[in-house]
């Protein structure tokens, strides 16, 4: 397992200065990378072996958002590496260990060079030891684009939508989809499931569905092909 310390920032809080789900998702994020550094087996690595990570899946939960100031730690750890998949667990603890928040994901190794996933290098896998999986209610990885949503105002992908790998970093995709909540929408849980790559320049059209405790936005194309589905239930 790897963890690292660290404080609530004021920039990362909401209006209740409260942490925000995008920052425990960064955090989240960020821990991984740390990780993966940490071992010799980071993105410069991979970026020589003309390899990447690419996120699947997210299941977030969230029991307590952590606040302003407030003393936290974030831990991850991989639990399963099979064929071209990668899984790993996070947490985000308080100071007396009360789990703040936890989540599973799914991650495919991809071939840059020729743009499909492959076989996760047993170089890359071996840096890492493997772990039991976190105990938690593991929901379907798969997100179903809904059936009866209603169409948004479609927006473009801007630069700083962009991370590393040159297209829509899977945080901006929450956020996006993060939008379109009611007022006082409370999030308990957030799904997300990534279908295909969103680059700079391309247009984006939302659908909602509005349900009683749950709202779904599929991030589409102009064929309504989703990006990436999101689901935030209450």
Known sequence: MYTFQSRVRYSEVGEDKKI???????????CSTFHSEELGVGLNYLERQERIW?????????NRYADLCEAISVE?????????????NFAMRGQDGELLAYANTLWAFLDTGRGRMVKVDPQV???YTLEE?????????????PENAQPQAS??????????N???????YVQMAKDYLPDEFSIGQMRAEYKKQAVLGDEIFPWV???????????????????????FQK
């Open 133 to 145: 999986p976190l105990s938690m209610e593991y929901a379907p990885r798969k997100v179903p684009v």
């Open 54 to 62: 690419v996120l699947n899946s997210w299941q977030i939960v969230v």
């Open 166 to 172: 040159h297209h829509v970093n899977n945080g901006q």
């Open 76 to 88: 991850t750890w991989p639990y399963a590496f099979s064929g071209f998949t990668g899984l790993r």
């Open 209 to 231: 569905e509005q349900m009683e405790g749950r709202c779904t936005v599929a991030l589409c194309d102009q064929e309504r092909k989703p990006y990436a589905v999101v689901e």
């Open 155 to 164: 927006f473009w992908v801007h630069k700083s939508h962009l991370d590393t």
């Open 20 to 30: 925000t789900l995008l920052s425990i998702l960064n955090y989240f994020q960020d």
């Open 125 to 127: 896998a071996k840096a």
